[in-house]
């Protein structure tokens, strides 16, 4: 399949815009990397008119799929673990173009994985971690189990992921391998969730337990990008907060992590007068 591809890359490479050209091959019929495609052509580009541009190729009875990825949103992507496949694709495909040495740089950074790096990433996991956890334990106590068992479900997913970036490593397509390797309990937990032969609403309170615990010994990491941004200032507001370049990431489980590290006296808050008798601003400090 390169082969009829390569006069595809070889155009891409011949232009100033193009900063390498990364070729995936499908492992194995089950891998799930290449999108069952069986081979990915991953081009990455200084700027374009659209952060994302895709096309599929067809020769006999085979298939390609060709990905044009901006700089920008690459490194978007490889911030927030929002496209985990990626990863694999920089790490394990083969470099057919590299401009300047982008890709085997780029290759160092993700091995290296810095501390900072790992810090915002964890931040992220944490928010999204104690969202799912409260949204599952509301469904929870109101008795919604098959709701409160989809939210537990993704807050040990948020939580494997978190243990395994505090571990230096980025977390793969196949988390769950990882995380029984580096955190046995937490995949002990997984198990147990979903294998018991407990009834749901037991296994669930049990789950619920182990959770808050876990979330709980966890608070120092997960917190720590969230809490040296608020040191920057003597108080905050939420809205300051939300804008901010790196809490923009956090989304909307930026408030719902505000409120947890307040209920567990890691932040506090500030009243601040507004023009109304009696009514207050409510700002945020550390």
């Not at 799929?65 to 694709?89: C, F, Q, Y």
């Amino acid at each position: 399949m390169e082969d009829i591809l390569r006069p595809i890359y070889q155009e891409r490479a011949s232009q100033t815009n193009t900063l390498g050209i990364v070729i995936m091959e499908k492992r194995d019929k089950k891998s799930p990397i290449t999108d069952t495609f069986d081979t990915i052509l991953l081009i990455i580009v200084k700027e374009a008119e659209k952060p994302i541009f895709i096309k599929h190729y067809t020769y006999e009875d085979k298939k390609a799929a060709m990905h044009i990825v901006t700089e920008a949103r690459l490194r978007e992507w490889l911030l927030l673990g929002s496209n985990r496949k990626v990863v694999d694709w920089l790490l394990n495909g083969r470099a057919v173009f590299d401009r300047n040495e982008f890709i085997d740089q780029l290759r160092q950074e993700l091995k290296d994985f810095p501390f900072y790096g790992r810090k915002i990433k964890m931040g992220i996991e944490y928010a999204k971690l104690i969202r799912r956890y409260m949204d599952g334990k509301s469904f929870f106590e109101s008795k919604h189990f098959l709701d409160a068992y989809n939210h537990v479900v993704h807050s040990l997913h948020h939580l494997a992921r978190l243990a395994v970036i505090e571990n230096g490593f980025h977390p793969e397509v196949t988390v769950w391998n990882q995380v029984r390797q580096i955190e046995p309990e937490i995949y002990k937990l997984y198990e147990e969730l979903v294998n018991s032969e407990e009834s749901l609403e037991k296994r669930l309170e049990l789950l619920f337990l182990a959770s808050e615990f876990l979330i709980h010994s966890r608070m120092e990491v997960g917190s720590s990008h969230l809490v040296s941004i608020m040191e920057e200032k003597d108080s905050w507001s939420f809205q300051e907060l939300h804008l901010h370049e790196e809490l923009s990431y956090y989304s909307v489980d930026l408030a719902v992590m505000i409120e947890f590290l307040l209920d567990k006296g890691k932040i506090n808050t500030q009243p601040v007068e507004t023009k109304g008798k009696g009514i207050f601003h409510r700002h945020y400090y550390v």
